[in-house]
């Protein structure tokens, strides 16, 4: 059996930015020790953008034990952004609305299967995985949530990290790499990009204007002028949607045939991102992916705070992002903001509800889009892959 150098060894609980910034400066604890062919089970049950931003700590824990085994259990809408990856071995999906059978038969494959299992989140389910699976384990706890799980979790856990307010998931992600005493590697991963055959010859845009949730859109109106733009300004304008026909009919609204709609795979669209002279989306998976490719990425923010969820730049941030601005740039990735002072609400739409619209939203104008692009496209070009 695996063991820590002192698996009784607890870190502190840190439940803020600063308590977070603290625990940086703290010398590492010792690493577990594995074997060399080591088995490491990743436990990221969550949405395509939230299983992105956990590659991070994948990549850490790759680095640290370049022989081991890297599984991660994912559901199966996240499960095509996260397979390609180079650090990771298999994606095991997890159903989403399990049977008490689907459930034991998941359990039983897994069960102590793993030399360390980490939950990067702190949920029951996903910390009982962990648990389960691990013969040593790491995750998440909630320091703000119930008393009594946090203490249960905190209590099985080997090394426990409390899930910090208004710091970036990909930190988040790597308080964990920290809690496991190996150096952090802040680098997001996509999927290894695929032949695609439909890249323009010359200058393009990429555009993804389909968030999955209403008040997370910007205006039709507001994307055909963008596009418009984007062509006086010499790009040829490609529009990318996923594969839900809900989305499909959305973008159709959107475009009223301005733009040709183009689906791709997802190492299709790190291709196609590889060679974009600006990609422009919403707070989306696909934005997120962007920005990890590298290419000028412009992340069109509304009530969600871009300090958790603002897209990771290629080579991670020279300093966080603000709570809120007119337009705001770390590395190759633009977030564009309308700076309400109600912003970040963090709420889900002005009414509070996933089909509610949000002003800071449908404000925003289309000039200041252009500004940032602007701003993206004085940038020289990269070589192509």
């Known amino acids: 059996m695996a063991q820590f150098g002192s698996n009784k060894l607890r870190k502190p609980q840190f439940e803020n930015t600063s308590d977070a910034n603290r625990m940086r400066a703290m010398p590492l604890p010792p690493p577990p020790v594995l074997p060399a062919a080591s088995r490491i089970l990743v436990v990221s049950l969550r949405r395509i953008g939230d299983a992105l931003l956990t590659t991070p700590l994948i990549r850490s824990l790759r680095r640290a034990w370049p022989d081991a085994k890297i599984d991660v259990l994912a ?22 609305r399990p049977t008490i059978a689907e459930t034991a038969a998941l359990v ?18 996903p910390t009982a995985f962990a648990v389960l699976a691990g013969r040593t384990h790491a995750g998440l706890t909630d320091a703000a949530g119930p008393r009594l799980g946090y203490l249960i979790k905190r209590a099985l856990l080997h090394r426990s990290v409390g899930d910090a307010a208004n710091i970036h998931r990909v930190d988040q992600m790597l308080r964990l790499a920290d809690a496991l005493g190996i150096p952090r590697v802040a680098e ?7 032949p695609l055959e439909a890249i323009p010859a010359g200058p393009f845009a990429v555009i ?9 859109q910007w205006t039709a109106a ?19 949607s996923g594969p839900g026909e809900a989305e499909r009919r959305y973008l159709d609204g959107v475009w009223q045939g301005a733009v040709t709609i183009r689906q791709f795979s997802w190492p299709q669209n790190v291709a196609l991102l590889s060679r974009t002279r600006v990609y422009v989306g919403t707070d989306t998976s696909i934005t997120h992916l962007a ?14 705070d871009p300090r958790v969820w603002g897209p990771w730049p290629v080579g991670g ?46 404000e925003l104008t289309t000039e200041q889009v252009l500004a940032a692009a602007d701003q993206a496209l004085a940038i020289k070009p990269r070589s192509a892959p």
């Open 291 to 304: 920005a990890a490719t590298g290419c000028p990425t412009l992340a069109l923010f509304g009530p969600m």
């Open 317 to 362: 941030l020279d300093a966080p992002w603000q709570a809120s601005g007119t337009i705001q740039n770390r590395g190759n990735v633009w977030i564009v903001q309308n700076p309400l002072p109600c912003l970040p609400c963090t709420f889900e739409g002005c009414e509070r509800h996933i089909e509610s619209g949000s002003v800071c939203l449908e």
């Open 222 to 240: 507001g994307w055909r002028a963008l596009a418009a733009g984007l062509r006086d300004r010499g790009l040829e304008v490609i529009a990318v």
């Open 108 to 125: 039983s494959r897994l069960f102590k299967r793993y030399h360390l299992a980490v939950s990067t989140q702190p949920g029951d389910r």
């Open 188 to 194: 997001m991963v996509g999927p290894a990009a695929a």
């Open 75 to 96: 559901y199966a809408s996240p499960a095509g952004i996260i397979e390609g990856n180079p650090d990771i071995n298999r994606v095991i999906v997890a159903p989403a």
């Open 208 to 216: 993804h204007a389909a968030p999955m949730f209403r008040y997370k």
